[in-house]
T-cell receptor, first 117, second 109 residues
Framework: DAGVTQSPTHLIKTRGQQVTLRCSPK?????VSWYQQALGQGPQFIFQ???????QRGNFPDRFSGHQFPNYSSELNVNALLLGDSALYLC????????????????FGEGSRLTVL | RKEVEQDPGPFNVPEGATVAFNCTYS??????FFWYRQDCRKEPKLLMS???SGNEDGRFTAQLNRASQYISLLIRDSKLSDSATYLC??????????FGAGTRLTVKP
C-alpha cells in the first residue's frame, strides 16, 4: 500500500520563477491538503482539494494555486517566487468524511524542499 | 491571536522524567484534536487523537478541556527515542487541520 508520494524532493529556483510540486495521495484517500513549513515552525495550511475543487484556503496569496486531478493526485503551483517562499512543502492526504474507523488522520509525504535564491 | 499556540520549548529532560506540553486554540468550533510527532527533517506523523474524556496510550496521556480551549500531552518515563518535535493540531472543519509551531523535546541519557 503506497503512502503519500511527493516530487521533486529538492529543488532550487531563483526569485521570480515559477514552480510546480506534485503529490500522489495514499491509496483510498480522496482529499489532499498542502502545507508550508519554514525552518523551526509548524506546518502552515495553504489549501485543501476535494473532488477537484479547492475547498478551504489558508492565509496565502494568489501566487499559490493548485489543482486536483480525477485520480486524486494534486499539484501546487507557486508563481513569482520570493526568497520567503523557501520552505518544506508538505502534502497530506485524508478521507473527506469520517466514517467507521476513519479518524480523520492526515498522512504526510516526505515533502519537497524548495530553496529560492 | 494565533489559531494554535504551544509552549515554545525547547524541553531538555533526563531519561525517565515526566514532561508535559500545553496547547491552546482560538476557534471554539474546532471539531477534533490531535498530537503529531515530527522527527528532525522528517514528515509529521500522528501520535494520538485527543478526546474530551482524556485518553492514554502507554506512556502518553492526552487531555482536552473544551471550555478553556486547552489541550495537553503528558509523557511519562521519557525515553531517548521520544526526542522529537511535538505538534498540537486542531481540526477546524472537514480535515482543515491547523498546526501549532511545535515544541521540541530532547531526552538526554
Amino acid at each position: 500500500d503506497a503512502g503519500v508520494t511527493q516530487s521533486p524532493t529538492h529543488l532550487i529556483k531563483t526569485r521570480g520563477q515559477q514552480v510546480t510540486l506534485r503529490c500522489s495521495p495514499k491509496s483510498g484517500h480522496d482529499t489532499v491538503s498542502w502545507y508550508q513549513q519554514a525552518l523551526g515552525q509548524g506546518p502552515q495550511f495553504i489549501f485543501q482539494y476535494y473532488e477537484e475543487e479547492e475547498r478551504q484556503r489558508g492565509n496565502f496569496p494568489d501566487r499559490f494555486s493548485g489543482h486536483q486531478f480525477p485520480n486524486y493526485s494534486s499539484e501546487l503551483n507557486v508563481n513569482a517566487l520570493l526568497l520567503g517562499d523557501s520552505a518544506l512543502y508538505l502534502c497530506a492526504s485524508s478521507l473527506r468524511f469520517r466514517t467507521g474507523r476513519n479518524t480523520g488522520e492526515l498522512f504526510f509525504g516526505e515533502g519537497s524542499r524548495l530553496t529560492v535564491l | 491571536r494565533k489559531e494554535v499556540e504551544q509552549d515554545p520549548g525547547p524541553f531538555n529532560v533526563p531519561e525517565g522524567a515526566t514532561v508535559a506540553f500545553n496547547c491552546t486554540y482560538s476557534n471554539s468550533a474546532s471539531q477534533s484534536f490531535f498530537w503529531y510527532r515530527q522527527d528532525c527533517r522528517k514528515e509529521p506523523k500522528l501520535l494520538m487523537s485527543v478526546y474530551s474524556s482524556g485518553n492514554e496510550d502507554g506512556r502518553f496521556t492526552a487531555q482536552l478541556n473544551r471550555a478553556s480551549q486547552y489541550i495537553s500531552l503528558l509523557i511519562r518515563d521519557s525515553k531517548l527515542s521520544d526526542s522529537a518535535t511535538y505538534l498540537c493540531v486542531v481540526n477546524i472543519n472537514n480535515n482543515d487541520m491547523r498546526f501549532g509551531a511545535g515544541t521540541r523535546l530532547t531526552v538526554k541519557p
